[in-house]
C-alpha cells in the first residue's frame, strides 16, 4: 500500500525559500504523477504543482513564477521548492499521488498527512 | 484560473439526500470530464470519492454519486448518515487542477 510522507522546515521568514520533500514508500515512483497542494488555516484547498516521474512538470499559473516540483526517482523522493515567501504562503502542505485516465491526469487517489509551514518575520 | 464555485453549506436530515453543485466555464468542468470530489474530515487529508464526474473508488459507498450538466457538477449525498458531516470539496483538470470552494455538509 503506497505511503506518502511529507518532510520539511515548519516555519520560515519572509523571502525565504520553501523546500519540502515527499517520500514514496510501499509502491512504485515510476510512472505517475505526483503533485502538492496546499491548504492554508481555516481555507480551501489550492493546487500547487506536479511532476511526471520522467521530470515532467505543471504549474498553477497563478504560482508558476515561484514554483519548482522535482522528482528523484532512485531516492523515491519529489520536491517542492517555493521561493521568496510570504505570510500568504502559511498553509499546511499536502503531497499526493495523481491518478491518471489513463494518461491524463485526473484526481488525486493518496494523500500525505500533511505538513505545516508557517511564515513569519 | 478562478477557484470553482461551491455553496458555503448544505444540511438534511439522517435519511435525506442533499446535492452540492460545483460550478465552473466551459474551459474546465465544462470541457472535460475530468471532475472529481474530495471528503475532508476535521484535521484529516482529503479522501477522494468520485472521479471522472461519475466514478466511485473502490471502499466509498454507493450512497455517493457523481454528475455532470453544463458547466456545473454536482455531488449528491443520498441516505445521508451522520459521518456524512465534514467539508467536500470538487476538483477539475483541463489542462491544470483547479479546486472548488469547498462546501460544509451539516447532517441535522
Known amino acids: 500500500q503506497v505511503q506518502l510522507q511529507e518532510s520539511g522546515p515548519g516555519l520560515l521568514k519572509p523571502s525565504e525559500t520553501l523546500s519540502l520533500t515527499c517520500t514514496v514508500s510501499?509502491?512504485?515512483?515510476?510512472?505517475?504523477?505526483w503533485s502538492w497542494i496546499r491548504q492554508p488555516p481555516g481555507k480551501g484547498l489550492e493546487w500547487i504543482g506536479y511532476?511526471?516521474?520522467?521530470?515532467?512538470?505543471n504549474y498553477n499559473p497563478s504560482l508558476k513564477s515561484r514554483v519548482t516540483v522535482s522528482v528523484d526517482t532512485a531516492k523515491k523522493q519529489f520536491s517542492l521548492q517555493l521561493s521568496s515567501v510570504i505570510a500568504a504562503d502559511t498553509a499546511l502542505y499536502y503531497c499526493a499521488r495523481v491518478f491518471s485516465d489513463p494518461i491524463i491526469p485526473a484526481a488525486f487517489d493518496i494523500w500525505g498527512q500533511g505538513t505545516m509551514v508557517t511564515v513569519s518575520s | 484560473q478562478s477557484a470553482l464555485t461551491q455553496p458555503r453549506s448544505v444540511s438534511g436530515s439522517p435519511g435525506q439526500s442533499v446535492t452540492i453543485s460545483c460550478t465552473g466555464t466551459s474551459s474546465d468542468v465544462g470541457g472535460y470530464n475530468y471532475v472529481s470530489w474530495y471528503q475532508q474530515s476535521p484535521g484529516k487529508a482529503p479522501k477522494v470519492i468520485i472521479y471522472d464526474v461519475n466514478k466511485r473508488p473502490s471502499g466509498v459507498p454507493d450512497r455517493f454519486s457523481g454528475s455532470k450538466s453544463g458547466n456545473t457538477a454536482s455531488l449528491t449525498i443520498s441516505g445521508l448518515q451522520p459521518e456524512d458531516e465534514t467539508d467536500y470539496y470538487c476538483c477539475s483538470y483541463s489542462g491544470s487542477f483547479v479546486f472548488g470552494t469547498g462546501t460544509k455538509v451539516t447532517v441535522l
Open positions: 510501499g509502491g512504485s515512483i515510476s510512472s505517475h504523477y
Open positions: 511532476v511526471y516521474s520522467s521530470g515532467t512538470t
